[in-house]
């Protein structure tokens, strides 16, 4: 018998530098209504209240920007993803920007307090910042770290006010008083774009980043089959994509923080269909689709939903 799935449709973007990624759940959905697809029709789904609004006020926090109303969303999606996952459902998270994910880790951790969680983080950036070291203060570069419990304070450039470390500290702690995930949990797919506290910190805890160029080289197959291999020891594995793991030359612009020489799609319905053939899968993310940006109409959308409902189709087959 499938999987129950429930769609978490997370609509906020403040925690990205560049507004727009609110709209990329409604772009994906006008991409499913334009292929003819019954997709949003089909499941049940949970709309998370935002707090997109905090936009027009000030900020004290420079290094880590509207932490506050970061702190309570990401709150939100774990207490979403938690309820999701004690009901026996399958959590899909469709979210704006990438902070979210903190929240979607924090909340399976909360139904599995005592169970190792796989981490395989999609994308062209490593997320691995905490505010100590951030270059831009935008905190979806930052939400690994967090689930991490790491401040990296040997490649500190920033000095932080208390009530910015009081609220990173807060951050960390979401839904328990430890680390999420360990360094050996967390794989990397396709990450390119980097600062040099990032390289400096994935070196030092020998987190593994299987770069494009090598997957290329290697195959899918193979370098799945490592990262799975160096998952082995965790029971469940949570997927975060972000669309910008993809070629912003090739598939679109339409993120946040486009990157070229990324992924093309076939790659990563491969990348996807081989991770989730595992069945350890619990949880997957879909995040900074931002059609404000996009110079080739609904493209990256239209991309975001042929892999959305591949592996909707895949997660219901196992």
Known sequence: MGKVIKLIKNRSDIGAGTR????????IEIAAINKGSEYFNQYAFLDVKTHNESIYNKDRNAFAKRIAQVLEQCERVAQAVSVTLMDDEFPIVLSGDHSSALGTISGIRMANPEEDLGVVWIDAHADIHSPFTSPSGNIHGMPLAAALGIDNKENQVNNLEDETIELWNRMKEIGMNEKKIAPDNLVYFGVRDMEQAELALIKQKSIRNFSVEEIRYLGIKQCVQEALN????????????DVDSM???RISDGTGTPVPKGFDISEILEIMDRILASNKVICLEVVEVNPLLDRKGNKMAEAAFEILERATNQIMEI
């Open 20 to 27: 727009g990624s609110d709209l990329g759940i409604d772009a």
């Open 230 to 241: 160096r998952l082995s020891h965790c029971k469940i594995i949570y997927i975060s994509f």
């Open 247 to 249: 070629d912003s030359d």
